[in-house]
C-alpha cells in the first residue's frame, strides 16, 4: 500500500504543515506520493500531471503507481492526534472482491449496513455520498475505473456514479483523524482557511500567513 496525496500546484502551501504533522502523527507511514500538475513537493515522492482536467490528472498518476491498494488523502487532510495503524493494517487486508474504498469518515447514515468487518459498515447503493472524494483507502483499479469521466471533484462526488461497486465506511473512532466532522469542514473549505485551524497550527508550532487564502468564515 502506498498513500497517494491528490493535490495541485495551487496548494503548494500546505505540503510543509501537511508533512510536519503527518511525520509527528503517522511516523511509520509507507510511502507518499504527490500528486500535482508541474510542481515537485520537496518532501515526497511527486508525480506531475499537467493536465487542467482533475480526473484525467489523477487517473494518468495512478497509472504509474504499482500497487493496487492505495490510501488516499488530501493535501489538507492536518492530522490531529496519532494515526490507528492496526486498523489501517487489518483494513488493508480487508479490502477484495467488488468493494471500492473504505472511508475513514465515521459513519453518518442510519442505513449503513453492518458488515463482518469490525468496525466498518457498507453504504447502500443510491445513499448520499456513496462515492466520496475523501481520505480511505481504495482499490486503485476501481477508483481508476470511477473516475473515468473527465470531470473536477466535485462533479465525481454529484454524479455518485459508483460503477456497480460497493462502497464501506467506519463505525468505530477515529482511523485518522483530519479535524473533519460529518458536514463541518476544519481545514481548508472553498479555497479558504477555517478559523479552527488556527489554535490548532499555533499549537503545533506551525506559522502560516493566512492573508493569503484568506478565511472561509
Not at 118 to 141: A, F, L, P
Not at 205 to 210: F, L
Request: charged share 30%; aromatic share 14%; glycine share 4%.
Amino acid at each position: 500500500m502506498v498513500i497517494v496525496v491528490l493535490s495541485c500546484d495551487k496548494n503548494e502551501d500546505l505540503w510543509k504543515p501537511f508533512h510536519q504533522l503527518i511525520e509527528k502523527y503517522y511516523p511509520t507511514h509507507p510511502e507518499i506520493i504527490y500528486a500535482t500538475e508541474t510542481k515537485t513537493n520537496p518532501y515526497y515522492k511527486t508525480i506531475s500531471k499537467n493536465y487542467q482536467i482533475w480526473t484525467k490528472r489523477i487517473r494518468e498518476t495512478l497509472k504509474e503507481i504499482d500497487d493496487n491498494i492505495i490510501l488516499t488523502m488530501m493535501d489538507d487532510d492536518f492530522i490531529r492526534k496519532p494515526v490507528d495503524t492496526k486498523r489501517i493494517d487489518y483494513l488493508q487486508g480487508q479490502i477484495k472482491g467488488n468493494m471500492a474504498a473504505i472511508y475513514f469518515e465515521k459513519s453518518f447514515d442510519k442505513h449503513d449496513i453492518e458488515t463482518n468487518i469490525k468496525g466498518i459498515k457498507k453504504r447502500q447503493h443510491g445513499s448520499n455520498y456513496e462515492v466520496c472524494i475523501n481520505c480511505g483507502i481504495w482499490q486503485k483499479d476501481k477508483l481508476i475505473d470511477v473516475i473515468s469521466r473527465d470531470s473536477d471533484p466535485w462533479d465525481v462526488e454529484l454524479n455518485q456514479d459508483n460503477k456497480g461497486y460497493d462502497f464501506y465506511i467506519n463505525s468505530e473512532d477515529y482511523i485518522i483523524d483530519w479535524g473533519y466532522r460529518t458536514w463541518v469542514y476544519a481545514n481548508i473549505c472553498r479555497g479558504k482557511w477555517c478559523r479552527e485551524i488556527v489554535p490548532f497550527f499555533e499549537k503545533e508550532g506551525i506559522e502560516i500567513d493566512y492573508e493569503k487564502r484568506g478565511f472561509a468564515n
